[in-house]
Structure formats: structure tokens, C-alpha cells
């Protein structure tokens, strides 16, 4: 079955610590997003990538990193600087890069900084 | 700015029923609506989407409705079902090379299916 892989589903780390966020989609996708979601709020765009070995910042990409060395691999650093880590995150892709076509999601990673 | 919201942050409806959940959107420029469930622990999962060019869209059991004069989208779920008690979340975005699909995500809102 096609789809996205987001691991772990959980993950634990102290503050002070990188963690990176795994996502591999297999739809064959040209545009993959990270997107974060605290309780009661909706998702707001961290990084996106139309392609490989280009990306760009959404609206809160400070205190994150992503890179794109692969069509299906987009995975998504927590950096220290990020002062509010924990939170769900989930990432996406989608065939169009237009603003056009659905975007399908991962089952997310929630991660828990102490 | 830019936002879109939701009227009701919950919505509580007998199973057999049927559920409208609402949506405002403040640019009205956007041109391209999309409707997601989310189950709890999950992903957002895609229901339906509609685009400007068009007022009524129908799939199983849901009908989405756009009323670009008032910026306004619902989301009509025929007949609910206990499994379909989730989180739904509209989002709009602009058409264009500019924008390169950024959604921009409502509050959501709790849909709870009473037996």
C-alpha cells in the first residue's frame, strides 16, 4: 500500500537535544510538508519541499531543520533553539506543488522534550 | 491576516442523524477548499474538496457547500455514524505558484456521536 511512514510514534528527549523526525512517503510525491499541532489549535506549516534538494520555510520554522536528498525522504530536525518542542507533528505530501491537490498525511510523530 | 476558523469548537449529535459542521474563511481569494478528519492519534485523513468555480460537491455521505459571498464553508454528513466522531478541519489555500500549496488550517472541530 502506498503511503507515509512517520517514526517513531513516539519520542522522548531532554532539553538541550537535537532530535530528527523520520518521514518516507512511497506515493511517488514531489512535495512533502512538515506541519506542527499543539492541542485545540490547527496545523501550522513548519518546512515544505517541492523537490528534491530545495526547500523552504513555512510560518514557524525557527528552531527547525530539514533537508531533501531524496524524493521519498524528508526528515525534520528539532533543534535545541526550539523553545516549545513538544507537540504533535505530522508530515504530508501531495502531487501538486500549486496549492491545488490534497495534501496526505502521515499518523505523526508526538514528541515530548523534558 | 489570513485565517480560517470554525463556529463551534464541538458538536454533539444523535448517531442517525445528520451533522453540519461550518467553516469561515477570510480570504477571499482562496480558491481551493479541502475538509479533513482526524482521529485521535492519527493523521489528518482527506474527506472531500470543492474549488471556486464551484457552490456544491458531493461524496459518500458528506456534501460540502461554499458560499463565496459570505466566505463560508460546511461540511453536511448524512445519516452519522458512531465512527465518524473525530476532529474535522477545513483549510483553504491560494491557487497559484506563489503560494505552492500552503493550506491554511481552521481550529477544528469535535464531532461527538451520541448512541
Known amino acids: 500500500d502506498g503511503g507515509i511512514t512517520q517514526s517513531p510514534k513516539y519520542l522522548f528527549r531532554k532539553e538541550g537535544q537535537n532530535v530528527t523526525l523520520s518521514c518516507e512517503q512511497n506515493?511517488?510525491?514531489?512535495?512533502m510538508y512538515w506541519y506542527r499541532q499543539d492541542p485545540g489549535q490547527g496545523l501550522r506549516l513548519i518546512y515544505y519541499?517541492?523537490?528534491?534538494?530545495?526547500?523552504q520555510k513555512g510560518d514557524i520554522a525557527e528552531g527547525y531543520s530539514v533537508s531533501r536528498e531524496k524524493k521519498e525522504s524528508f526528515p525534520l530536525t528539532v533543534t535545541s533553539a526550539q523553545k516549545n518542542p513538544t507537540a504533535f507533528y505530522l508530515c504530508?505530501?501531495?502531487?501538486?506543488?500549486?496549492?491545488?491537490?490534497?495534501?496526505?498525511f502521515g499518523n505523526g510523530t508526538r514528541l515530548t522534550v523534558t | 491576516g489570513e485565517s480560517v476558523g470554525l463556529h463551534l469548537p464541538t458538536l454533539s449529535v444523535q448517531e442517525g442523524d445528520n451533522s453540519i459542521i461550518n467553516c469561515a474563511y477570510s480570504?477571499?481569494?482562496?480558491?481551493?477548499f479541502i475538509w479533513y478528519k482526524q482521529e485521535s492519534g492519527k493523521g489528518p485523513q482527506f474527506i472531500i474538496d470543492?474549488?471556486?468555480?464551484?457552490d456544491k460537491r458531493q461524496g459518500q455521505r458528506v456534501t460540502v457547500l461554499l458560499n463565496k459571498t459570505v466566505k463560508h464553508l460546511s461540511l453536511q454528513i448524512a445519516a452519522t455514524q458512531p465512527g465518524d466522531s473525530a476532529v474535522y478541519f477545513c483549510?483553504?489555500?491560494?491557487?497559484?505558484?506563489?503560494?505552492?500549496?500552503?493550506?491554511?488550517f481552521g481550529q477544528g472541530t469535535t464531532l461527538q456521536v451520541k448512541p
Open positions: 519541499s517541492q523537490i528534491v534538494n530545495d526547500f
Open positions: 504530508a505530501s501531495s502531487t501538486g506543488t500549486e496549492g491545488n491537490s490534497p495534501l496526505h
Open positions: 506515493l511517488n510525491h514531489d512535495a
Open positions: 470543492i474549488r471556486s468555480n464551484m
Open positions: 483549510a483553504d489555500t491560494l491557487h497559484g505558484s506563489s503560494n505552492t500549496g500552503k493550506l491554511i
Open positions: 480570504n477571499s481569494a482562496s480558491d481551493y
